[in-house]
């Protein structure tokens, strides 16, 4: 099991950026996949990104260009760009030890965007 902690969430102005931190501790297998994910007030949690322990990369189409996804051993990031107010979220990190295996996730963090 892994334990992962999340930081940077907030509120930001339309046109803002955020970096999201997400630091893992316990099972060092458990964090070959890590990666974002958030959910909307009333929506699905709907995928952000995703990096491999070798950096494979994997961005929604959506977010392409105004996200990036980065990571330093067990420590994952999350920059966000050109904020808007689709974004408002709460960010969740996940953490696994394989594609498509459940994982652990961390407690959220919120990401309010107004103006």
């Known amino acids: 099991q892994v334990q992962l902690v999340e930081s940077g969430g907030g509120l930001v102005q339309p046109g803002g950026s955020l970096r999201l931190s997400c630091a893992a501790s316990g099972d060092y297998f458990s964090t070959y996949l890590m990666g974002w994910y958030r959910q909307a007030p009333g929506k699905q949690r709907e995928l952000v990104a995703t990096?491999?322990?070798?950096?494979d990369t994997k961005h929604a189409d959506s977010l392409k260009g105004r996200f990036t996804i980065s990571r330093d051993n067990t420590t994952v990031y999350l920059q966000m760009n050109s904020l808007q107010f689709e974004d408002t979220a709460v960010y969740y990190c996940h953490s696994a030890i394989c594609v498509g295996c459940e994982g652990d996730w961390g407690q959220g963090t919120q990401v309010t965007v107004s103006s």
């Open positions: 990096i491999t322990r070798s950096g």
